[in-house]
């Protein structure tokens, strides 16, 4: 039932197949299989690194926001794309558009400032996401986004520094536990009130 509509577009089953199992597909038939009416067939030609611009350019707008998500995971989207899928009415295409390691600073500096704490989460996790930007995510409201900063392998000492002191314990396990945190915030954070943070803080320092 499923390929139902991807008959209806006189494309080869054996490009579909090809497809559905992630094996080679030319660019003709991924330009063919894109007029699919069958969302699931669209979603899996947004997730070829192959696929043309002009196409991704489509998806972009599909109707079906599961479509849109995967050209904002894909890896070859073109900057202008992600631009679009940055602005998004769903929260869930722009998470991954803060996701995708190849968004450039610009886009992931406009998703700091977005409404949703989870798409402001995903881009402080974002292992490609510049120090000011971390930065600035280290002084979120909100206690997932801190916690984010606080795991991101890439968040400058400063940041960590900074976030040790968090009103929140969980964020400051979390410092205890990045394996890039200084000897002498470890240091402190082994005298902390909470018991949770001076065993993670001493543990990290037998390591």
Do not use: C, G
């Not at 390929?3 to 054996?14: C, L, R």
């Not at 069958?38 to 696929?51: E, G, Y």
């Not at 202008?80 to 998470?95: C, H, M």
């Amino acid at each position: 039932m499923k390929n139902e509509n991807a008959i209806k577009s006189h494309i080869p089953k054996s490009a579909l197949a090809r497809l559905m199992s992630n094996e080679e597909v030319s660019r003709e038939e991924l330009i063919e299989l894109a007029k699919d009416e069958n969302a699931d067939v669209r979603l899996s030609v947004a997730q070829n690194p192959k696929t043309p611009k002009e196409i991704l350019e489509i998806f972009s707008k599909d109707e079906d926001y599961h479509v849109r998500i995967s050209v904002a995971e894909n890896l070859s989207v073109p900057k202008e794309i992600l631009e679009i899928l940055a602005k998004d009415k769903i929260w869930l295409v722009r998470k991954f558009v803060a996701r995708n390691p190849e968004t450039p600073k610009e886009i992931l500096e406009l998703l700091v400032k977005d409404k949703d704490r989870y798409v402001r989460a995903f881009v402080a996790q974002n292992p490609n996401t510049p120090k000011e930007i971390l930065e600035i995510l280290a002084n979120d409201k909100n206690l997932y986004v801190r916690a984010s900063v606080a795991e991101n392998l890439k968040t400058p000492k400063e940041s960590l520094e900074f976030l040790a002191k968090d009103e929140d314990s969980n964020v400051r396990i979390i410092i205890a536990q990045n394996p890039n945190t200084p000897k002498e915030i470890l240091e402190i954070l082994s005298k902390d009130e909470d018991p949770s943070v001076r065993a993670s803080a001493t543990k990290a320092l037998k390591i």
